[in-house]
């Protein structure tokens, strides 16, 4: 088509009225029902299918179809409940598939506004729709229903379309008042039209006198019964279901179905949280949350974790819930996201990072726009109440995507938690807040989390992200804040170093201050590893001293300099109260000895393992009553993030902050170990395993030589890294069985503790072992409940700790020394790297890995019978 060629509709009074449709028109009839738009969809089938146009339906409301199957129509079907980004990307591969020049008939958009709940999404949907129909000179129907929507988003949709229509009928007749016609004009145009329905020649426009006054009486008829449309359909539900609060003549079966619409917009369809949820929240508990949301959508998933966890413990556990903080967390809507992404014109960058050639490259660029983009003056607002709120208490803006903390995915640590010292005037707060959120946002185009998404097939689905922004609980020690305590919590311990542990008590990793130091692995330091069956029992690795593993640094809030900061234990002595150092520090008073002998001055020496908050009364009874309860409700394994706030006097409260289903490693039954030689021993060990009962036979040994990576200069550490990564990339898909073999801490930030590799780049490794090398310091450390934890869970991988200090551990490095390196076949340019990246191919030597939980034993090596 060329530009302006004429299109006919089907009725010659219609086109013209509005000197014809032209290419790249899209097209709103915005009617009182459905049978009004259909009439005119029929009208524009037929024209095309005369005409031999590529004429495409696209079905997926609930109301009858507009058309019926017919030679020259091809039907689409489509399932809006797939969320508003599954849908919307099927839509536009449709109109890319089809190309140019193509007509469309949708079914009513109005439909969507129930599957989606928002006005909002439905003009997000429009708003990106058309413009990449008119760049491929469509043409394109859509109808809306009068009155079911918001001014905002009936504007939005003006401003989007190139025509607009009214149309309004009453027995025989149809009116329509042009209220927009792109770049076209005549003395009529824009004035109301008649015609019979029956008789499409009687066409004439409505220039005054009778039959204009009998139109508008028609609009007057036909308006005055609309909703009060300065409200989002979002908000027009919850208004009715509040008001409907103290009808006490609804039925069971009423609120159960009021209760059920109220989670699916707010919470989802995952069903085994909708059940619990309904289980324990009632109409005005729902309705609380939705006031206390910015914008529309669901709250994801770990704000409803934190609210289902607080719920739970409140019905069934009250003499426990009065020991937890009340909370008083904000929300920040799903549907703010994606409005965020199509105001600041990301949606292409999005689509394109759907496709599998785009995944990553087009992330890179999706990720520096999102950080460059600008709120909308109505969410600023919002933004501002939520800061005036908090006033300058510290607030953490947290993630809360949908596809987070559920039953099947974790997201540990994939996406982004940010805090707000929140000081200085509002206008600077709310500017670190817009910072902190939109790096939130952009976190979901972070490597970690594509690779995660990918690898559990998820790479595809609506990944929205909400928000949940809470206050840091904690107490000001001059102008740093903190809390006293802080930890995550495992309702299950699936690491049990001691016999005498019971793993259904749980475990807890406690550190002193913010809780970044339990979910994230540091630099040498030691958070405290509590079984809840037996407090006093410690995994400590090797014969060091207790100093040596312990928590030398704490992460605070400087409120000075308006920043987050990881301070020496030295450095706080000062601000610290008596009666807290007392609490929660201890001294070396061997090396304050030695220091003193030697002349140094008698500086205090102090270390923290939270000995004194886990002697506190009560305070270990509450953690595992709290987490056992969930447990029980949730018929499944969870786990915690929480803080700790004591007083003097041995008083505490806890904050629970997150709750999720826990990924539990498997466990498996007793496996019986042959006997083997002692030249046939790769390795065999006797605790420091994580995985379960195994028997795993192994293709590709990857082997870190601890002395060679020692030696390196820092930089080309990374390196190491980097090829470890790409031989991971290597056997991605070649269903190899792989172990990875290295020094010290696997994962670490810090090179000169270990390997600094992420997730993604030994997401395809089945066993890792963490060696220890004491003329290097480095030193195995599983990390039980931090972030790196989880996805060795989550991805089904083996953890062993293999410890020279272990007089029961037998290790024989060069076990494969003999064997070609084939390192140099996968990274042709890694020839420096050689003699520090061992990779060996054993597929021909019946390499075996066994482990046993109940005896403990896990033994690497050549045996002879298969399994």
């Given at each position: 088509?060329?530009?302006?060629?004429?299109?006919?509709?089907?009725?010659?009074?219609?086109?013209?009225?509005?000197?014809?449709?032209?290419?790249?028109?899209?097209?709103?009839?915005?009617?009182?029902?459905?049978?009004?738009?259909?009439?005119?969809?029929?009208?524009?089938?037929?024209?095309?299918?005369?005409?031999?146009?590529?004429?495409?339906?696209?079905?997926?409301?609930?109301?009858?179809?507009?058309?019926?199957?017919?030679?020259?129509?091809?039907?689409?079907?489509?399932?809006?409940?797939?969320?508003?980004?599954?849908?919307?990307?099927?839509?536009?591969?449709?109109?890319?598939?089809?190309?140019?020049?193509?007509?469309?008939?949708?079914?009513?958009?109005?439909?969507?506004?129930?599957?989606?709940?928002?006005?909002?999404?439905?003009?997000?949907?429009?708003?990106?729709?058309?413009?990449?129909?008119?760049?491929?000179?469509?043409?394109?129907?859509?109808?809306?229903?009068?009155?079911?929507?918001?001014?905002?988003?009936?504007?939005?949709?003006?401003?989007?379309?190139?025509?607009?229509?009214?149309?309004?009928?009453?027995?025989?007749?149809?009116?329509?008042?042009?209220?927009?016609?792109?770049?076209?004009?005549?003395?009529?145009?824009?004035?109301?039209?008649?015609?019979?329905?029956?008789?499409?020649?009687?066409?004439?426009?409505?220039?005054?006198?009778?039959?204009?006054?009998?139109?508008?009486?028609?609009?007057?008829?036909?308006?005055?019964?609309?909703?009060?449309?300065?409200?989002?359909?979002?908000?027009?539900?919850?208004?009715?279901?509040?008001?409907?609060?103290?009808?006490?003549?609804?039925?069971?079966?009423?609120?159960?179905?009021?209760?059920?619409?109220?989670?699916?917009?707010?919470?989802?369809?995952?069903?085994?949280?909708?059940?619990?949820?309904?289980?324990?929240?009632?109409?005005?508990?729902?309705?609380?949350?939705?006031?206390?949301?910015?914008?529309?959508?669901?709250?994801?998933?770990?704000?409803?974790?934190?609210?289902?966890?607080?719920?739970?413990?409140?019905?069934?556990?009250?003499?426990?819930?009065?020991?937890?903080?009340?909370?008083?967390?904000?929300?920040?809507?799903?549907?703010?996201?994606?409005?965020?992404?199509?105001?600041?014109?990301?949606?292409?960058?999005?689509?394109?990072?759907?496709?599998?050639?785009?995944?990553?490259?087009?992330?890179?660029?999706?990720?520096?726009?999102?950080?460059?983009?600008?709120?909308?003056?109505?969410?600023?607002?919002?933004?501002?109440?939520?800061?005036?709120?908090?006033?300058?208490?510290?607030?953490?803006?947290?993630?809360?995507?949908?596809?987070?903390?559920?039953?099947?995915?974790?997201?540990?640590?994939?996406?982004?938690?940010?805090?707000?010292v929140n000081n200085g005037s509002l206008d600077e707060r709310l500017d670190d807040f817009e910072k902190a959120v939109k790096q939130v946002y952009a976190s979901t185009m972070d490597k970690s989390a594509l690779e995660y998404r990918l690898q559990r097939g998820l790479s595809k689905s609506d990944e929205q992200m909400a928000i949940l922004v809470q206050r840091v609980s904690g107490l000001r020690f001059d102008n740093i804040f903190m809390p006293c305590a802080a930890g995550v919590g495992y309702s299950y311990n699936s690491y049990c170093w001691h016999k005498d542990i019971d793993p259904n008590d749980g475990m807890i990793r406690l550190v002193m201050g913010l809780g970044t130091r339990a979910v994230e692995r540091t630099e040498s330091d030691?958070?405290?590893?509590?079984?809840?069956?037996?407090?006093?029992?410690?995994?400590?690795?090797?014969?060091?001293?207790?100093?040596?593993?312990?928590?030398?640094?704490?992460?605070?809030?400087?409120?000075?300099?308006?920043?987050?900061?990881?301070?020496?234990?030295?450095?706080?002595?000062?601000?610290?109260?008596?009666?807290?150092?007392?609490?929660?520090?201890?001294?070396?008073?061997?090396?304050?000895?030695?220091?003193?002998?030697?002349?140094?001055?008698?500086?205090?020496?102090?270390?923290?393992?939270?000995?004194?908050?886990?002697?506190?009364?009560?305070?270990?009874?509450?953690?595992?009553?709290?987490?056992?309860?969930?447990?029980?409700?949730?018929?499944?394994?969870?786990?915690?993030?929480?803080?700790?706030?004591?007083?003097?006097?041995?008083?505490?409260?806890?904050?629970?902050?997150?709750?999720?289903?826990?990924?539990?490693?498997?466990?498996?039954?007793?496996?019986?170990?042959?006997?083997?030689?002692?030249?046939?021993?790769?390795?065999?060990?006797?605790?420091?395993?994580?995985?379960?009962?195994?028997?795993?036979?192994?293709?590709?040994?990857?082997?870190?030589?601890?002395?060679?990576?020692?030696?390196?200069?820092?930089?080309?550490?990374?390196?190491?890294?980097?090829?470890?990564?790409?031989?991971?990339?290597?056997?991605?898909?070649?269903?190899?069985?792989?172990?990875?073999?290295?020094?010290?801490?696997?994962?670490?930030?810090?090179?000169?503790?270990?390997?600094?590799?992420?997730?993604?780049?030994?997401?395809?490794?089945?066993?890792?072992?963490?060696?220890?090398?004491?003329?290097?310091?480095?030193?195995?450390?599983?990390?039980?409940?931090?972030?790196?934890?989880?996805?060795?869970?989550?991805?089904?991988?083996?953890?062993?700790?293999?410890?020279?200090?272990?007089?029961?551990?037998?290790?024989?490095?060069?076990?494969?020394?003999?064997?070609?390196?084939?390192?140099?076949?996968?990274?042709?340019?890694?020839?420096?790297?050689?003699?520090?990246?061992?990779?060996?191919?054993?597929?021909?030597?019946?390499?075996?890995?066994?482990?046993?939980?109940i005896s403990s034993q896990t033994i690497c090596g050549i045996f002879k019978n298969s399994f």
């Amino acid at each position: 088509m060329a530009a302006f060629d004429k299109i006919y509709s089907g009725i010659e009074g219609i086109d013209k009225a509005l000197d014809f449709i032209r290419p790249g028109d899209n097209v709103v009839w915005q009617v009182s029902d459905i049978e009004e738009y259909a009439f005119f969809a029929e009208k524009l089938a037929r024209q095309a299918i005369k005409e031999k146009r590529n004429l495409i339906y696209i079905r997926f409301a609930q109301h009858k179809p507009l058309l019926k199957n017919q030679e020259g129509l091809k039907i689409i079907k489509l399932d809006a409940n797939i969320g508003f980004e599954s849908f919307t990307v099927a839509v536009h591969e449709i109109i890319k598939n089809e190309g140019q020049e193509t007509f469309y008939i949708f079914d009513s958009i109005s439909e969507l506004q129930v599957a989606w709940s928002a006005d909002l999404m439905m003009g997000n949907f429009f708003v990106v729709t058309c413009p990449f129909l008119f760049e491929l000179n469509t043409i394109a129907y859509f109808g809306i229903i009068r009155g079911r929507h918001s001014f905002d988003a009936v504007a939005r949709i003006r401003e989007t379309t190139q025509i607009l229509l009214d149309i309004y009928s009453e027995k025989n007749e149809f009116y329509i008042h042009p209220l927009k016609v792109w770049k076209r004009y005549s003395n009529t145009m824009f004035l109301p039209h008649r015609f019979e329905k029956n008789n499409t020649n009687s066409f004439t426009t409505l220039t005054g006198g009778l039959n204009a006054s009998k139109f508008y009486a028609l609009v007057e008829k036909k308006t005055s019964v609309i909703a009060d449309q300065n409200l989002d359909n979002w908000d027009r539900f919850f208004l009715k279901a509040k008001l409907n609060l103290d009808d006490t003549k609804q039925d069971t079966r009423k609120l159960n179905k009021t209760i059920n619409e109220i989670c699916e917009r707010i919470i989802g369809k995952e069903k085994k949280l909708v059940d619990i949820m309904q289980k324990y929240f009632n109409i005005k508990d729902l309705i609380a949350i939705k006031e206390r949301m910015i914008g529309s959508g669901k709250i994801g998933g770990k704000a409803t974790g934190m609210l289902l966890a607080r719920k739970i413990i409140e019905n069934i556990l009250p003499e426990i819930f009065i020991k937890l903080e009340p909370h008083d967390s904000f929300y920040i809507g799903s549907d703010v996201y994606y409005t965020y992404l199509v105001q600041n014109n990301c949606w292409k960058l999005r689509i394109a990072q759907k496709t599998e050639e785009n995944y990553f490259s087009s992330a890179k660029k999706l990720r520096q726009r999102i950080l460059a983009g600008t709120f909308p003056e109505t969410i600023k607002e919002q933004f501002r109440r939520i800061l005036e709120y908090y006033g300058q208490n510290p607030i953490i803006v947290r993630s809360s995507s949908l596809l987070e903390d559920s039953f099947d995915n974790a997201f540990a640590g994939k996406y982004e938690s940010i805090f707000c010292v929140n000081n200085g005037s509002l206008d600077e707060r709310l500017d670190d807040f817009e910072k902190a959120v939109k790096q939130v946002y952009a976190s979901t185009m972070d490597k970690s989390a594509l690779e995660y998404r990918l690898q559990r097939g998820l790479s595809k689905s609506d990944e929205q992200m909400a928000i949940l922004v809470q206050r840091v609980s904690g107490l000001r020690f001059d102008n740093i804040f903190m809390p006293c305590a802080a930890g995550v919590g495992y309702s299950y311990n699936s690491y049990c170093w001691h016999k005498d542990i019971d793993p259904n008590d749980g475990m807890i990793r406690l550190v002193m201050g913010l809780g970044t130091r339990a979910v994230e692995r540091t630099e040498s330091d030691y958070p405290r590893i509590v079984s809840l069956s037996n407090p006093n029992l410690t995994p400590l690795t090797g014969n060091g001293s207790r100093n040596e593993f312990s928590q030398h640094k704490v992460d605070v809030l400087d409120l000075g300099k308006n920043t987050f900061s990881s301070l020496d234990l030295s450095e706080l002595l000062k601000i610290l109260p008596k009666w807290f150092k007392n609490i929660m520090l201890e001294h070396d008073r061997e090396t304050e000895k030695l220091l003193r002998q030697q002349g140094e001055n008698a500086a205090e020496v102090v270390f923290t393992t939270c000995d004194g908050l886990i002697r506190m009364k009560g305070f270990i009874y509450t953690l595992r009553q709290i987490m056992s309860i969930i447990q029980k409700e949730y018929n499944y394994p969870v786990d915690i993030e929480f803080t700790c706030n004591f007083s003097e006097q041995g008083d505490f409260l806890i904050n629970l902050l997150q709750c999720r289903p826990l990924q539990v490693g498997g466990i498996g039954g007793k496996i019986t170990i042959p006997e083997i030689k002692d030249k046939n021993i790769f390795f065999e060990l006797f605790s420091g395993t994580m995985g379960g009962s195994i028997i795993q036979p192994i293709n590709i040994v990857i082997q870190i030589d601890p002395e060679g990576y020692y030696k390196l200069p820092y930089k080309k550490k990374y390196t190491i890294a980097r090829i470890v990564g790409i031989v991971n990339q290597y056997f991605k898909n070649s269903k190899k069985i792989i172990m990875f073999l290295a020094p010290g801490r696997i994962g670490t930030n810090f090179p000169e503790l270990g390997i600094p590799v992420n997730f993604s780049e030994i997401s395809n490794i089945k066993i890792i072992c963490e060696v220890s090398y004491k003329d290097a310091g480095y030193i195995p450390e599983l990390s039980y409940g931090s972030h790196f934890f989880q996805d060795l869970v989550e991805s089904d991988i083996f953890y062993a700790s293999i410890s020279e200090d272990d007089n029961q551990t037998k290790f024989n490095p060069n076990f494969l020394k003999d064997r070609e390196n084939i390192l140099l076949n996968i990274y042709p340019d890694g020839k420096e790297y050689s003699n520090i990246i061992k990779i060996y191919d054993v597929s021909d030597i019946k390499l075996m890995l066994l482990s046993d939980i109940i005896s403990s034993q896990t033994i690497c090596g050549i045996f002879k019978n298969s399994f």
